[in-house]
């Protein structure tokens, strides 16, 4: 009877010490998953106050905050810096970098934009103006930018072109247009983007 009553009692002990390691190993498991919870909020707390700080700095060298922004967004901000700079190249310049810019804006663009380009070499025409009377000609950033109007691929732009010298001369300018994404194969236009059915309204005010 002793050796069976021993014997009952080994049983119920190694039972106890069967429910004792499994409760230690889910208290492991637990501590383990909790321990991965905590490491992925972290990560994930860490990466969306990194993202909150992005910015997006183009080709340009101009800078656009960022929070959360799609690749949509994105794309619209690199074509409207990218309309910007075309603006600057085609409307803004002096005699010293005025066939600088307009090279640039030649790569910026397709034939439609060249045929405009062209028009404006004519005598009295504004490039003559610049070049051969030394004026300088300039456009507002902020005034380009606000009054862009870009859906999808199309924009149309209303702006003021100054013309400076002895007097100055204000010009509307309405340029209206749709944007391509192309192979960047120039290193006036490294971007992906070209301007196709370009049209513009010039007129002194």
Known sequence: ??????????????????????????????????????????????????????RIIDRQGYVYS????????????????????FCKRCYQFDKNNIEKNLNCALAMGDETVSGYIEMHQQPNDI?????????????????????????????SLLFTQELNGATTQLYSV?????????????????NGFCIVNYTETYQQK
Do not use: C
């Open 1 to 54: 009877m002793e050796n069976v009553e021993g014997l009952d009692t080994y049983v119920v002990d190694v039972r106890a010490g069967m429910l004792k390691n499994k409760l230690i190993v889910w208290s492991a498991v637990a501590l383990v998953l909790l321990s991965i919870a905590a490491a992925v909020f972290i990560a994930l707390f860490y990466s969306s106050k990194a993202i909150d700080q992005i």
């Open 66 to 85: 960022s929070t959360i922004i799609n690749t949509n967004e994105a794309t619209e901000l690199q074509m409207r810096a990218f309309l910007l700079n």
């Open 127 to 155: 490039y003559h103006a610049v070049k051969g009377l030394g004026r300088v000609a300039t456009v507002n950033d902020t005034e380009i930018l606000d009054n862009l109007q870009l859906l999808n691929n199309s924009f």
């Open 174 to 190: 309405m340029i209206t247009g749709n944007i391509i994404f192309i192979t960047p194969d120039s290193v006036d236009n490294p």
